[in-house]
């Protein structure tokens, strides 16, 4: 079943299919279900290169956690009895309930045709807009910034733009850890052509290492930072008057900069604003670069015209090296935008409140309906499922109870559903756990189809691999459903190329209609042209291909004319007090995608960062009597959470951060949404995921444990995390009761009854550790303390499977250290090893460490990092001259 290959007998030819930057990747199957995974060099997105995500892809294919079959109430059936099922259970709710009362939950990870297919099932067919996507907690916010300057939400520029830029603005992006790949491009272009680089984000990055100046603003007040280069841009005459000619809006934009007041909102000296704001206005070829730390805010949609309003008052817009750039966070995010995957749009670029629009959609698609007003956007879609308004939900490539916000809500909002059906390709996730029917899908490496990525390129992903069980591709699942409610002709679907085919016409329709999104070049590409399809950026029509939009100074609005919007600083929506001082930001790991449903499968990529933790101030750990390596227990009005405790002066004092990436099948008290309030940006829609208030007090725990296992662990205490290792698993414990009996404890953990055991114990100290053989062969070993467990943690997960019988100690035998946390994961390289070269070699750059341990050498992912080893390890020395 895999995908005729253009390139006969060499690599199928792919997209790698974590971020945004959509690299292309060459795959070599080795025959026995193994891949081969490198860069594809001719793709233009990364020219080779891949991150540490992507040379890891390899490692997440295995078959062992897959969903292999369809699941209806527990029970594993097929499809022929699973899809009329669903079919069933969405048509009798429609009919008694209405077509408001169902609802698909979809994502930005669907390929373009799966999500096309999903859309037009929804709001042309079943005749209601209730299908959003996680993109609403993504790109929701840019989206409505975008249609709101711009009239489309049009990406202006390209990934040249970065090559060509002077300045690079990075503003809540952590561009080092989360689009790796266009990072290492813009630190080659930096080599080249000395590229300055500023960071804006409340938290210092990875990404800040590579940057001339960071401003450290307070959370949520880019707004008033950008209104404050705004007024700064009209001070110093650098307004371009000629371009204004092409924008509406720009003294009322001026009049509501000039009345916020940066230096007070942003908590940043005046001096260190100047500099930004010389800096900014003095070169001309600028890229503003924003992610997250704009988006996902309660005034995200502010904050994004703010950014655009600057750009436009200069004209530095659509041309070479110069432009406000979105990179988008999923694989085909893009796709999902263009398709009209957001509850408040249609496909192609066409608006839902638009008559005309609708009208030739319905005709296009031959829709017995159409979606005549905008569907429930996330946070009020999982509102009405837990009020029991929606009846039939159906959730599609994401894990909402882990990743919306207040998680524990709509877990249990999920779970109390009349009817859940959960497309997935496992079955252990915390979502598909509720889920009434499973429906397995075909993993990445197993389908066809195409995503867009940041800089609007079009690009396939080819099957190098047949789906194991009855897995199917998500297209086929729906179509397989919607044939069923009875509409077979508009979804008699054979192949992804037909889909495809179709959405290329319908974009004919939006570009005649003045819209932006207009690929009717490709509507006629026969099958063996869409096998062969090399990357393309749209729009691709008769008359043009890829390129920039706006330096025309034409928009597609109404007038033809950009607009600036008035925007004025808000405050996030909650704001500390006494039983909630700490504000919390949340966010990403270099090595970890969302909740490591398939990065997880890799040992290599759960060495950077094996458990889930909290940065905390120095100065905040000892107030509150957190000490280091201890754990520490958040709590908001929606829930809790106990974390490991990173003490860093990387974030601010009355502010932590915590990664997203922990659920209930990898450390249970870790959903760090269970936190975070369902606050929404009040014109998108998109919930303030990096603004929640918390207490924080010290974990009281009385025990804490460190386990290696050869065999999977179920642990069972009130802190626990795990994460594979090369040798099988490691977990973390503590808890506040001791058991009676720690071996049994041991035993029950490790499911190992009879194994023979080593024992050292000292119930007085409350120390024990155990090791438990088979022969010769270490099976698991657990180590207790009543303070965090010293253990040679990185040695000892090693050690499972080899005789090791110095393992009861606890610690690495001299001639084998430590190599603590891995850095480099290409490598395997840990920290201590790094920090051993560093002083005992006397290396002094990123590059000797390369040449003398290979770390950095091959992605470059874990470079930034190294840049901090050498700094912090030098830096004493410097500050004693
Ligand atoms: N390794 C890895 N890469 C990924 C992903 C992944 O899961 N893992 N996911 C992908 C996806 S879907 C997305 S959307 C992208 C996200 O990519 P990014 O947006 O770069 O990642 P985040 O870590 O969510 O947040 C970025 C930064 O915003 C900062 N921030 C918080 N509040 C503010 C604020 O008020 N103002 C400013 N200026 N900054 C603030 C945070 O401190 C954080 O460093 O990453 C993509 N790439
Ligand atoms: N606190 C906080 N919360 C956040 C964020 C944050 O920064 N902070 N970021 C938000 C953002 S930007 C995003 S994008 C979301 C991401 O959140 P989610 O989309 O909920 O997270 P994923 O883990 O990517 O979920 C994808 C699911 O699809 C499954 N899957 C994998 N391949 C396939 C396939 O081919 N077909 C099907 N049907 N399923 C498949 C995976 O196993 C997994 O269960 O999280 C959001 N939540
Ligand atoms: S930067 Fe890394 S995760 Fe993103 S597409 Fe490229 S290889 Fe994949
Ligand atoms: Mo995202």
Redesign the pocket.
Known sequence: MTAADPHQGGPVRSTCP???VGCGVLLRPDGAGGLGVEGDPDHPANRGRLCS?GLALAETIGLDDRLLAPRVDGHDTDWDTALPHVADRFRETIAEHGPDSVAFYVS?QMLTEDYYVANKLMKGFIGSANIDTNSRL?MASTVAGHKRAFGTDTVPGTYDDLDQADLIVL?????A???PVLHQRILAARKRRGTKIVV????R?ATCDAADLHLA?A????VALFNGLLAAIHDQGAVDRDYARHVDGLDAALAAAGSDRPEHLTGLPAAELQRFYDLWIRTDKVVTVF????NQ?SSGTDKVNAILNGHLATGRIGRPGMGPFSVT??PN?MGGREVGGLANQLACHLDIENPDHRRAVREFWGAPAIAATPGLKAVDMFRAVGRGEIKALWIIHSNPAVTMPDADAVRAAIAGCDFVAVSDVTANTDTARLAHVLLPAAAWGEKDGTVTNSDRTISRQRAALPPPGQARPDWQIIAGVARRMGWRDAFDYTAPVEIFREYAGLSRISGLMGRDFDISGLATLRDIDYAAMAPVRWPVTAQRQGGRFFADGRFFTETGRANMLPVRHRAPAANPDRRHPYRL?T????????TMTRSAKSPRLSAHRPEPFCEIHPEDATALGIAPAGLVELSSPHGRAILRALITTDVGKGEL?APM?WTGETAPSARIDALVAPATDPVSGQPES??AVVAARPYAATWYAFAVSAAPMTPDAPYWSRARTRSGWRAELAGTEAPADWEAQARALFGLPDAAVQAVTDPARGHHRFAFHDGDRLLAALFVAPEPVLAGRDYLATVPGTDAPEAITGRAPADRPDPGPVVCSCFDVGINTILAAIETQGLHSVDQIGAALQAGTNCGSCRPELATLIARATAPAEAAE
């Open positions: 974590y971020c945004g995500k930005g993504c503003t809540g992006s952590n561009l850890w989360c689009h804006i984000d409340p938290r990055t603003l959370p949520g007040s880019d992610s997250q730390g704009v805010s966070g999923q995010a930001n966010g990403r790991l270099r090595d970890q995608w969302h951060f990436h990096k603004a």
